[in-house]
């Protein structure tokens, strides 16, 4: 029988005391609601697990004994933000890859990728991101043989900007055996060139897999390296929360690993990119979140469509620049149904990427139906959003739908956007506040490593419908702007929500862990050039600076 | 700039304080190291951790502060049981699938499978375990027609006792799609009926996969009760810790979520069943050390032949009773040595399954080639080593060979494999003694479910070289006895030093996790009749009681 010493007694049974509370002082800060309710504070005191435990108006002291103090000077801080739509290890393992995204011409890449092959002769396979023909102005789909007029001796493969087009070498063409007498698969297309059968070397969605299967895997320390690139570029942009979309087996292990090993100090909120291993991951259910609330496997991403750029995303009507073309599907009407009620079933999440309006119409009509059977809060996310017929707009407001959407594909998408659809299908294009005001929540991203992880310029655009230049004038579709109240929230507190994390970060509350940004203007006194131009100066993860790191 | 109050400056700065520190004293305890010296101590203090901070001799008084007093008593405290070879997912499983091992005719055997078939109407497949028809006494398999006629509404599949062969009703063999057409796989053999083609009914090793891969998999909810089931069986039988050898990626994530959500007490030296799957999770290497020493991911278990019992295991020359076979090659030696090579080149530990005496010189030649090309501390393990060449024992006294050997297999397979062997080959057959003679350390286990998890059975039977009856006489091969130092010694110190584990449990030293056994018995005092009715009183884990559980 356990004896308990009367010398020890008060303190073996006292709950296990904080060790350390710390004072942040001198605060302009903004704590925020999902739906942008806005309080102001100005200190905070956070406890030795990171959690804040008090906010305080100005004059006010700190109810508990409080060990540090930390000086904030005035500074303007916000929730962390939290990127809604990510790819983490695609984010880092890009960082050593090949970055095309800044090419004005067909011409200045393939001497980029020239320097590149000479600079890494003993590399099995060139890799590489970011291409745009539209940037290019090129008027057509680069091709294999103008790729191997500068690497001949071994595969290339070049994913476009979308990540939905994939430019290959012929090396790379041979690797996958990909021929003229290869079919297209479903959910793909093999761009042809000469007599019509010949692989041109760009292949769109699905028929990208052969090539992508082909390349030898990163090597475990290459995952290692690149998701620590990936967490130092969000920390650098304030980001201290992703949603992972699409997580492969591979990643969810390099998260665990750099989890147990102490390092993950983001957040993510991974999205299976497969039932069987989103199953094999979570069980019975959902994972616990693991490492004091840095990671958590809550669902599946599901395809429906491809994307905009690569005409993969699915239209009701053929495209306006390709009249037989109405775009992929990547997962049929039946997939995604048995996919979610799989899902369902379980309590995981489902976030569907739709970018096409017959995409969203179907994304919609299926969650109607499931939400039949699968009754109470569900959370289902549609992931982009981008084309939605406006007669479907207020479906987003049943069975509390989140909108997963991207504010800066509007500005890269805009003249892509009226070239594919024609100028009578833009009403419901990037349709924010539409959507919002339908009901939906909204829960901003990047689609990094698609878009840059630029949350400040996120935050422009959705205030002013206007791109880095201010173009167009007065905004594209200026009614669909939002407040920046509701930008930040979309940014910040429902991106927490939209992945079951309210209450333990993104709005700045007390019982969230601080997680927070200092920013060098406030974000919701400032106009969308001076947004634009705002710098991130510090990011903080549970009361410990991350950026700079320490 | 952060800058310390004074106020709590003490409290801040000062190591985290232990929160209690317990004294269990009154112990009548037993410390051992790998090789068998023992030292003897009376009271011991254990802090919050679980780690033992001090151990006192009679008289003596603790150094700390102590909170709590625990009295033993002058309880029998030995150190935690270490199984170096139990198969923790199986166990479980097989707690909720029929049992056959204790049925000591064909006719019991089928009666009971009819009776479990009337009590589970709903279960689309029938499962079960431990059949043997040696203990039968049948002079043959048995077969899937006299199976048919007491199941023929759906498949039944049956594992023999020593996993190695199964037995299935026509049903099973129709949806694993094995007909007379069916040719024997390599590493395996489907057993022939009436025309010689005809299957019929038994499998033997690789060929029962496509049985094995066409039952459905256990649902996640299945395998979180069996390791709650195998976990409790440990506890017990006092056993603290076990190597798992051949632990899947759905096992990795049930071990995983158990200590996610704080229910995983016993601690898993985990081995993976397959290269990809270890890298998977290991990544650059070793997983560390998980849920404060509960799990980790060391190596992997390699099979290079099956077992006596099924006529599997790998020998020099044919069996004694079945003059054409000399067993199964599961891993050709080329395989062997390139598994070895890439675990080796991330400090992977391999644990090579070698029963036959074939498969054991293979073993022990690739571990002396690969020991050139990867020197350094390896901890090479065979696993079983049961049948050995007289003129292959020395070789186990090179590169710090572990032998991970199951004592209780001696009494189960005794007549066996003399049947198997005839009477010249025996000199080398559970040949503990001499393998430790010459230089190899012994790691003790089960193999369960293939035996119990009897830890006291089994250091009766190593110091006796009997059985539960005294058979035989004098004991089996007596030369080859142990003492009972050495014998505890492999079933606890040695076997966490086989899995990297010195320092965090096995020994009950200073510094140690605190997992120990109560017995009614000193177990180094006692007669092996004694030791074999040794009860488990109670089994602790870190300083805490887990059996009987509080």
Do not use: C
């Given at each position: 029988m356990k004896r308990l010493l009367l010398a020890g007694a008060a303190l073996a049974l006292a709950p296990s005391p904080a060790l350390a509370d710390t004072l942040f002082e001198n605060v302009d800060g903004i704590s925020i609601t999902p739906d942008g309710k806005v309080d102001r504070f100005a200190a905070m005191v956070v406890d030795d697990e990171g959690r804040i435990t008090e906010l305080l108006d100005f004059g006010d002291g700190p109810e508990g004994e409080i060990d540090y103090l930390e000086d904030m000077k005035g500074a303007h801080v916000v929730p962390g933000f939290v990127d809604s739509h990510a790819h983490v290890m695609a984010l880092g393992l890009g960082t050593m890859t090949l970055d095309l995204s800044q090419t004005r011409s067909l011409e200045e890449a393939?001497?980029?990728?020239?320097?590149?092959?000479?600079?890494?002769?003993?590399?099995?396979?060139?890799?590489?991101?970011?291409?745009?023909?539209e940037q290019w102005g090129l008027g057509r789909f680069p091709t294999a043989a103008e790729l191997d007029a500068v690497v001949g001796d071994r595969p290339v493969w070049l994913s476009r900007i979308d990540g939905h087009a994939g430019w290959a070498n012929s090396a790379a063409l041979a690797a996958a055996e990909i021929t003229a007498e290869t079919r297209d698969p479903v959910g793909g297309r093999i761009l042809r060139i000469g007599n019509g059968r010949e692989p041109a070397g760009v292949l769109i969605d699905a028929a990208m897999a052969p090539v992508d299967a082909a390349v030898p895997p990163p090597l475990p320390e290459d995952r290692e390296q690149a998701l620590f690139a990936a967490q130092k570029i969000f920390f650098e942009h304030g980001i201290t929360a992703v949603a992972d979309m699409g997580t492969s087996l591979a990643d969810w292990m390099s998260y665990r690993r750099a989890g147990d090993a102490g390092w993950l100090q983001m957040r993510i909120m991974a999205y299976a990119g497969d039932l069987g291993e989103m199953l094999l991951i979570g069980g019975t259910g959902p994972t616990l979140w693991l490492y004091d609330d840095k990671l958590r496997m809550g669902g599946i991403k599901v395809w429906l469509d491809g994307a905009l750029g690569s005409r993969g995303a699915r239209l009701k009507t053929a495209y306006a620049d390709d009249p037989a073309n109405l775009g992929i599907d990547v997962t049929s009407g039946t997939q995604l149904r048995n996919i979610m009620s799989r899902a369902s079933l379980d309590e995981f999440q489902v976030a569907i990427h739709a970018i096409g309006d017959a995409a969203?119409?179907?994304?919609?009509?299926?969650?109607?139906?499931?939400?039949?059977?699968?009754?109470?809060?569900?959370?289902?996310?549609?992931?982009?959003?981008?084309?939605?017929?406006?007669?479907?707009?207020?479906?987003?407001?049943?069975?509390?739908?989140?909108?997963?959407?991207?504010?800066?594909?509007?500005?890269?998408?805009?003249?892509?956007?009226?070239?594919?659809?024609?100028?009578?299908?833009?009403?419901?294009?990037?349709?924010?506040?539409?959507?919002?005001?339908?009901?939906?929540?909204?829960?901003?991203?990047?689609?990094?490593?698609?878009?840059?992880?630029?949350?400040?310029?996120?935050?422009?655009?959705?205030?002013?419908?206007?791109?880095?230049?201010?173009?167009?004038?007065?905004?594209?579709?200026?009614?669909?702007?939002?407040?920046?109240?509701?930008?930040l929230a979309a940014y910040t507190a429902a991106g927490a929500y939209a992945g079951y994390a309210e209450g333990r970060f993104g709005s700045l509350q007390v019982g969230e862990r601080a997680d927070f940004v200092v920013l060098d203007n406030d974000p919701l006194l400032t106009s969308p050039e001076q947004l634009r131009n705002t710098r991130v100066l510090q990011t903080w993860v549970a009361g410990r600076r991350v950026f700079p790191a320490q």
């Amino acid at each position: 029988m356990k004896r308990l010493l009367l010398a020890g007694a008060a303190l073996a049974l006292a709950p296990s005391p904080a060790l350390a509370d710390t004072l942040f002082e001198n605060v302009d800060g903004i704590s925020i609601t999902p739906d942008g309710k806005v309080d102001r504070f100005a200190a905070m005191v956070v406890d030795d697990e990171g959690r804040i435990t008090e906010l305080l108006d100005f004059g006010d002291g700190p109810e508990g004994e409080i060990d540090y103090l930390e000086d904030m000077k005035g500074a303007h801080v916000v929730p962390g933000f939290v990127d809604s739509h990510a790819h983490v290890m695609a984010l880092g393992l890009g960082t050593m890859t090949l970055d095309l995204s800044q090419t004005r011409s067909l011409e200045e890449a393939l001497a980029l990728i020239a320097d590149y092959a000479a600079k890494y002769p003993e590399r099995p396979w060139l890799l590489g991101h970011g291409w745009n023909q539209e940037q290019w102005g090129l008027g057509r789909f680069p091709t294999a043989a103008e790729l191997d007029a500068v690497v001949g001796d071994r595969p290339v493969w070049l994913s476009r900007i979308d990540g939905h087009a994939g430019w290959a070498n012929s090396a790379a063409l041979a690797a996958a055996e990909i021929t003229a007498e290869t079919r297209d698969p479903v959910g793909g297309r093999i761009l042809r060139i000469g007599n019509g059968r010949e692989p041109a070397g760009v292949l769109i969605d699905a028929a990208m897999a052969p090539v992508d299967a082909a390349v030898p895997p990163p090597l475990p320390e290459d995952r290692e390296q690149a998701l620590f690139a990936a967490q130092k570029i969000f920390f650098e942009h304030g980001i201290t929360a992703v949603a992972d979309m699409g997580t492969s087996l591979a990643d969810w292990m390099s998260y665990r690993r750099a989890g147990d090993a102490g390092w993950l100090q983001m957040r993510i909120m991974a999205y299976a990119g497969d039932l069987g291993e989103m199953l094999l991951i979570g069980g019975t259910g959902p994972t616990l979140w693991l490492y004091d609330d840095k990671l958590r496997m809550g669902g599946i991403k599901v395809w429906l469509d491809g994307a905009l750029g690569s005409r993969g995303a699915r239209l009701k009507t053929a495209y306006a620049d390709d009249p037989a073309n109405l775009g992929i599907d990547v997962t049929s009407g039946t997939q995604l149904r048995n996919i979610m009620s799989r899902a369902s079933l379980d309590e995981f999440q489902v976030a569907i990427h739709a970018i096409g309006d017959a995409a969203n119409a179907e994304a919609l009509a299926a969650i109607d139906e499931l939400a039949a059977e699968y009754p109470g809060e569900r959370r289902w996310r549609i992931e982009h959003a981008q084309i939605v017929d406006p007669a479907d707009i207020a479906r987003f407001g049943k069975h509390d739908v989140i909108a997963s959407m991207q504010p800066v594909h509007m500005t890269s998408d805009r003249l892509m956007a009226e070239a594919r659809l024609g100028p009578d299908r833009l009403a419901g294009a990037y349709a924010w506040r539409a959507i919002s005001e339908a009901g939906a929540l909204l829960a901003f991203g990047s689609a990094s490593p698609v878009e840059p992880v630029d949350v400040l310029a996120g935050l422009a655009t959705a205030i002013s419908r206007q791109d880095a230049a201010g173009e167009p004038a007065g905004g594209w579709m200026p009614e669909q702007r939002l407040s920046r109240e509701q930008a930040l929230a979309a940014y910040t507190a429902a991106g927490a929500y939209a992945g079951y994390a309210e209450g333990r970060f993104g709005s700045l509350q007390v019982g969230e862990r601080a997680d927070f940004v200092v920013l060098d203007n406030d974000p919701l006194l400032t106009s969308p050039e001076q947004l634009r131009n705002t710098r991130v100066l510090q990011t903080w993860v549970a009361g410990r600076r991350v950026f700079p790191a320490q």
